[in-house]
């Protein structure tokens, strides 16, 4: 079939629409490639093509007018789309699927197919109208992308897998460290030597506590303080062994980045073993209350209901005051130490706000 069916899908387009024929001038000038088959005709043929699907493919008008589209398929055409458009064409329904088609010249390219079919006014299937698409780019485009996030897999499972490694030695590493600290105190004679042994070893398992909330988190880049806190102090007055000290919180969970963790950790380890060592002399009993807040600024404040600073300062020129004003500066925090209302210590610790709040978490 040749030119005869060009006229002839004319000719019928004229019968509907008059000597003037924009619906097949509209097709003929669109840059969107456009087809329409006769499904009356043995092998439903393409009887008219417009110029954007000649480009699309490489044919010359000739060369696909009087044929089925099937030309376009190949070895790599997937049976079950091409199963799927015949099944459509059976049925008289319209159809919208991707299908890699095949250019003259051999070279493959991914064709969104818009197939509808067009009924007479007396409902008798006439024609097949089927718009396409050139979608390779898009395809390549997911391509890309799938291989962008297959390399980022990969990289993902070795950082984890050296995370893992790394967690594993830091590990042994504190606890070797822990265990030496604890066999050399037992070999020190002098009791304050080996208190400042037992503080050492405190700061430590602190540092011990932080690694783990890292490993342990959705993220190593983000600390969460608020379940620091719970961890350090429920540690901490359970070392201690007295039960007769109660723990109040009031915590939002704070986060900050994990390079500024240890510093905090260090110093709230601080804080809190200067107050089971200094406010509860003795079976004193009492209560630390600690509570994080944050709005314009972090603020974590560590109260006790102890005995109270001394009056003459002293303590202020211990290694523990000394290191926690080094942690502090390291922070880019504020501290400040005052006699609480209720005659025990207050300490207040205000850091810049680098990160958002949670829910509110409070224990009586």
Do not use: W
Request: charged fraction near 25%.
């Amino acid at each position: 079939m040749g030119n005869g069916d060009v006229s002839h899908f004319a000719d019928r387009t004229r019968t509907e629409f008059g000597e003037i024929d924009p619906f097949s001038a509209i097709i003929r000038t669109t840059q969107l490639p456009m087809i329409v088959t006769d499904p009356r005709r043995h092998d439903n043929p393409i009887v008219f093509a417009n110029p954007a699907f000649l480009r699309m493919t490489g044919y010359e008008r000739f060369e696909v007018t009087g044929r089925n589209c099937r030309f376009l398929q190949g070895p790599d055409t997937c049976p079950k789309a091409v199963a799927r458009v015949r099944e459509a064409i059976r049925a008289e329904r319209a159809v919208e699927i991707d299908l890699l088609n095949y250019r003259k010249d051999g070279t493959t390219f991914y064709n969104a197919l818009h197939l509808n079919p067009v009924h007479a006014k007396t409902g008798e299937l006439q024609f097949f109208f089927a718009a396409q698409l050139d979608v390779t780019e898009r395809y390549r485009l997911v391509r890309e992308r799938e291989t962008a996030n297959a390399a980022l897999r990969e990289a993902l499972a070795v950082k984890t897998t050296l995370i893992h490694e790394i967690d594993h030695r830091v590990k042994n590493n504190l606890q070797m460290i822990a265990a030496m600290i604890v066999l050399q105190s037992q070999r020190i004679a002098d009791p304050a030597t080996r208190a400042s042994m037992m503080d050492t070893l405190q700061r430590v398992e602190a540092l011990s506590t932080v690694h783990r909330r890292l490993h342990q988190s959705e993220s190593v880049s983000r600390y969460d303080v608020a379940d620091f806190v719970r961890d350090l102090i429920g540690d901490l007055v359970g070392a201690s062994g007295r039960d007769d000290i109660a723990v109040r919180l009031d915590l939002v969970a704070v986060v900050i980045p994990a390079e500024k963790s240890v510093a905090l950790a260090l110093l709230l380890n601080e804080i809190v073993t200067n107050i089971l060592k200094h406010a509860f002399a003795g079976d004193r009993p009492g209560t630390i209350a600690i509570r994080i807040a944050r709005d314009d600024e972090i603020r974590i404040v560590v109260e006790d209901d102890g005995v109270g600073m001394p009056e003459d300062g002293a303590a202020k020129d211990s290694f523990g005051q000394s290191l926690m004003r080094t942690l502090a500066r390291q922070l880019g925090a504020r501290l400040a130490v005052e006699r609480a209302s209720n005659s025990g210590t207050r300490v207040i610790l205000t850091m810049p706000a680098e990160a958002s709040t949670t829910v509110s978490v409070r224990s009586p």
